[in-house]
């Protein structure tokens, strides 16, 4: 079983960058895919990153790609998700998840553990 506890997300104008950090705890943390979802008030949660076992591979959502770089560092067991040129469609709370499937996991149903969510603002 893996516990997960998102930090770093706040308030940030446009333009700027925040670094996402989801901790986990358990001994088998480094045998899971991770991924990144966020949810913005109103709509339903969506993915944005997800990176395999070894960090080795990652897949990013269109809407992120190029300003976003997820990576894991599986002796801390923490997986981070670094956000540059952020955007106020941006805003969201967002989660780190982990997957018992191999790969980079995209759907919401493929993920079995959560975090509590971590709120990014995003100002015009």
């Known amino acids: 079983q893996v516990q997960l506890v998102e930090s770093g997300g706040g308030l940030v104008q446009a333009g700027g960058s925040l670094r996402l950090s989801c901790a986990a705890s358990?001994?088998?943390?480094?045998?899971?895919?991770m991924g990144w979802f966020r949810q913005a008030p109103g709509e339903e949660r969506e993915f944005v990153s997800a990176?395999?076992?070894?960090?080795?591979?990652?897949y990013y959502a269109d809407s992120v790609k190029g300003r976003v770089t997820i990576s894991r560092d599986n002796a801390k067991n923490t997986v981070y998700l670094q956000m540059n040129s952020l955007k106020p469609e941006d805003t969201a709370v967002y989660y780190c998840?982990?997957?018992?499937?191999?790969?980079?996991?995209?759907?919401?149903?493929?993920?079995?553990?959560w975090g509590q969510g971590t709120q990014v603002t995003v100002s015009s």
């Open positions: 998840a982990a997957s018992r499937l191999l790969g980079t996991p995209s759907r919401e149903y493929d993920y079995t553990n």
């Open positions: 990176i395999n076992w070894s960090g080795g591979r990652t």
């Open positions: 358990g001994r088998t943390f480094s045998s899971y895919p």
